[in-house]
């Protein structure tokens, strides 16, 4: 592997980010209407490219497609925070994409809603038997055996995502048995995941947990509060990523 493509939809996540990566090579913008920039930086020789979409699967779509039709990356990885859906999880913790579900995109007919992979369409529920709505990275060179820490708990699991902050216990649950008990919910996950398989370019969601599975109605409040710590803790495994592919490009050289 020679790139990697960090994503991040908010600044807040980007500077922790960045604030861990070595000095700037390049800063460009690639599209002055959608306010799209990327930022070059390099470990050895492991180039490494930034870059901000936004909050929402639009952003995160259409910003990608444009950047892989305009550099070569090798693997993509959108990294931030999400809300957890199950009680296990703390804030502060990571998860690592097993796959991805977008829980808004569905067909919703009088035998009940399926969901549905990003442009498929189920018109009968004959269509929907057997279907299967996952996305599913390609085979990627990413060496993530070693993405341990000793200070954060780092899970495995399906991330479900859709244009909806999720801001209640009982929405969170309902996400959770919808998208075959999916760990953590965001806002670009599966559009990150679309344009990749459309683009052949493996793909990694690594979130870390900013709010709570809750029942008192403090999700909000929680992601306001920790959405700084919680974005550090994305950029030290971010790091690893890092260090662990640098080494490895390293040894094949």
Not at 186 to 195: L, Q, V
Request: proline residues 4%.
């Amino acid at each position: 592997m020679s790139s990697i493509l960090f994503i991040c939809a908010l600044p807040e996540e980007k500077k922790a980010l960045t604030d861990i990566l070595p000095p700037l090579v390049r800063s460009q913008c690639l599209n002055t209407p959608l306010s799209l920039n990327i930022e070059h930086y390099q470990e050895g020789s492991l180039d490494i490219y930034v870059s901000q979409s936004g909050m929402g699967n639009v952003n995160a779509g259409a910003k990608l497609a444009l950047i892989l039709t305009q550099f070569k990356i090798d693997q993509i990885v959108l990294i931030g925070v999400a809300g957890a859906l199950h009680p296990k999880l703390r804030i502060g913790d990571m998860v690592l994409s097993s796959q991805v579900i977008q829980h808004d995109y569905y067909s919703s007919l009088k035998e009940g809603n399926y969901l549905m992979k990003p442009g498929d369409l189920i018109l009968s529920c004959e269509q929907a038997h057997e279907y299967n709505p996952i996305l599913e990275s390609i085979e990627s060179q990413l060496q993530l055996p070693s993405l341990q820490h000793q200070s954060i708990n780092v899970f495995k699991g399906i991330v479900a995502s859709g244009n909806e902050f999720v801001g209640t216990a009982i929405r969170k649950h309902s996400i959770h048995v919808q998208c075959q008990n999916a760990l953590i919910v965001d806002m670009e996950a599966s559009a990150i995941a679309h344009i990749a398989n459309s683009f052949q370019v493996p793909f990694l969601i690594a979130k870390t947990v900013s709010d709570e599975l809750h029942s008192d109605g403090s999700i909000s409040s929680d992601f306001s509060s920790f959405l700084l710590n919680a974005s550090r803790n994305a950029a030290i495994i971010a790091k690893l990523i890092i260090e662990n592919n640098s080494e490895s490009h390293y040894s094949a050289e």
